[in-house]
């Protein structure tokens, strides 16, 4: 095909492809790396190629004891938690029951866990910010945690249906033949071969209500300030720093778990963290 | 023997059901009280007036919502088609594994971060118009903020592109290679065994990538409040602004049934697709 391979390096593929390369690391990194000088700038005006000057002064002020990013901070991790625990707690059974049992009406129930999926979500939160509001639980923890819950639940659900259905029947089915109750069984053998598999979908459903800003900014204002929600209002009243350093803080976990999980979840279930 | 069956099945449906009643209050009924409450007048009677209200109100938005989903959709489409093949066909293996290891980092940035990124970086003084006022691609004098429709296409596409690219790699990694090493001993060049052997093998996953893109960008909310939040606008916004600003939820749950019907399409060879696959994995 190409008698140039001898002796010489073909130079200008060598040369697209690196400049290819390179356009694709601009594009990737470059948004990232304006909104790590913001987060450093002490000031910055137009029309400046770099801030005028560098400091860490925002970070004291994001970081200081009573300032309103720790207490964010604090009040989303905490709702991130009970979030995780309330769709644990509902998706493992299903997740099992999808991956192991005999199910009637077997398609309509996976159509049913399939659908929030499908669906655009601004109809779901508009009109159960409207329930939640009549009965009380709007601006409150427990009625934020809800509908974090309820999205984590669908992502947990195939998490945990998946790590379930990796694990080798046949030793069930040993332990059974063994004299072992189904209960017991389940705690000593299922339980914990799928674990790393929950384990990952514990993360998920964390990660996802560490990020997430729709449901929350609908069903928690005024009362619910989550660490999204104060980057949002500081990015609509102009504080850039602020907004960045904030941004900053939800990156860092998401990426940190990104170049761990992708090695052992699927694609389709990757792809749903993150909104 | 068949009553131990029945006990299964049992089981197996008091297992799922807390997740099904949740799935059900929190997807569902929503879902219905969109339909109802679009169509509810004040004195509880069927009324087309909310729905004429919005259509009045939003149509431009209602475009433009169009728009710019297409759009992004489409330019997803092109990029995650040109990522995922050179991941998974291209010459060079130092530049495939580089790829691999770039294209994935916009998957878990939260759309609000995204918002945030880019609403610096297409500023008018943003990074993007530095990089291309210093490389001579533009003069300073025409550098401009990208920050209306175009901002949320470039958002939309950097944010959704990792996501369908690996599905796709996914998928053209598992096409037969004795199919691909055949065309190539025949002297077809790269693209057309792109175009005539793998893209068709592959059209299936494509087409969930997309149309799952496709309902997330009709669900965010803080991309297009921090790039464009000026009419015209997603209708995404004009929802948040009728609810907000108005109390208006009979309005906002026309506008809301309106974005279930753009996606429904969608939606529905998403599930046949999806359930088809899940099926027989019992």
């Known amino acids: 095909m190409t008698t140039a391979r001898f002796g010489r390096v073909d130079l200008l593929p060598m040369l697209t492809r690196g400049l290819f390369l390179a356009l694709i690391a601009f594009v990737i990194f470059g948004p990232l790396a304006n909104l790590v000088l913001w987060a450093f700038a002490e000031r910055w005006y137009f029309p400046n190629k770099f801030p005028n000057e560098y400091g860490l002064s925002f970070w004291y002020r994001v970081f200081q004891p009573r300032g309103n990013a720790l207490a964010s ?20 059974p299903a997740g099992y029951a ?110 996802e209500s560490l990020d997430e800003f729709t449901g929350t900014y609908f069903v928690g204002v005024p009362d619910v300030t989550t660490l999204p929600l104060l980057m949002f209002n500081a990015s609509m009243g102009g504080n850039y720093q602020i907004a960045s350093i904030t941004a900053l803080l939800l990156l860092v976990p998401s990426i940190a778990f990104m170049l761990v999980v992708e090695r052992f979840l699927k694609p389709e279930v990757l792809a749903m963290v993150g909104r | 023997m068949r009553s131990a069956a029945a006990r299964q099945q049992r089981a197996g449906l008091a297992l ?6 949740v799935v059900a209050l929190f997807f569902i009924l929503p879902m219905l009280m969109s339909v109802v409450l679009a169509f509810r007048g004040k004195d509880g009677g069927l009324t087309f007036e909310h729905m004429a209200k919005a259509l009045d109100l939003y149509r431009n938005d209602l475009v433009f919502t169009v728009g710019i989903t297409v759009l992004s959709t489409v330019g997803i489409a092109v990029c995650a088609i040109l990522i995922a093949s050179y991941v998974t066909l291209g010459s060079s293996e130092r530049t495939r594994t580089a790829l691999r290891w770039l294209y994935r980092w916009p998957l878990f940035i939260p759309f609000i971060v995204t918002g945030q990124v880019m609403r610096t970086f297409l500023a008018k003084n943003g990074m993007l118009n530095h990089v291309l006022v210093g490389g001579g691609l533009i003069d300073a004098a025409s550098a401009q903020s990208l920050l209306d429709w175009r901002g949320i296409v470039i958002a939309f596409v950097w944010k959704q592109v990792p996501f369908v690219t690996l599905l796709l790699a996914g998928a053209m990694a598992a096409v037969d290679s004795q199919h691909i090493e055949a065309a190539r001993n025949l002297g077809a060049p790269r693209w057309r065994v792109l175009v005539d052997i793998v893209l068709p093998q592959v059209r299936g996953t494509l087409l969930v990538g997309l149309v799952l893109s496709f309902v997330t960008m009709l669900s965010v909310l803080s991309v297009p409040m921090m790039i464009n939040p000026n009419s015209p606008t997603l209708v995404t916004v004009d929802i948040a602004y009728r609810i907000n600003t108005h109390g208006d939820y009979a309005v906002a749950n026309a506008l809301c049934l309106l974005s279930l019907l753009l996606a429904a399409g969608g939606a529905a060879l998403y599930l046949r697709h999806a359930v088809a696959k899940a099926v027989p994995a019992a």
Request: contains cysteine; positive net charge; hydrophobic residues 65%.
């Open chain 1, 73 to 92: 901070l604090g009040t989303s991790v905490w709702i991130a938690v009970l979030t995780v625990i309330v769709s644990l707690a509902v998706a493992v």
């Open chain 1, 98 to 207: 999808l991956a192991r049992l005999r199910l009637p009406w077997r398609a309509g129930i996976l159509l049913l866990f399939l659908l929030p999926q499908a669906i655009p979500n601004m109809p779901v939160y508009v009109n159960i910010a409207r329930v939640f509001y009549t009965i009380g639980l709007n601006g409150t923890v427990a009625g934020v945690v809800l509908v974090h819950a309820a999205h984590g639940l669908v992502l947990a659900v195939w998490i945990a249906s998946a790590a379930f259905a990796a694990v080798d029947a046949s030793l069930e089915e040993a332990s059974r033949n063994l004299g072992a109750s189904p209960w017991t069984c389940f705690r000593t053998v299922t339980l914990p071969l799928a674990a790393p598999g929950l384990i990952a979908s514990a993360i998920f459903v964390f990660l």
């Open chain 2, 16 to 21: 799922v059901s807390p997740a099904l009643f």
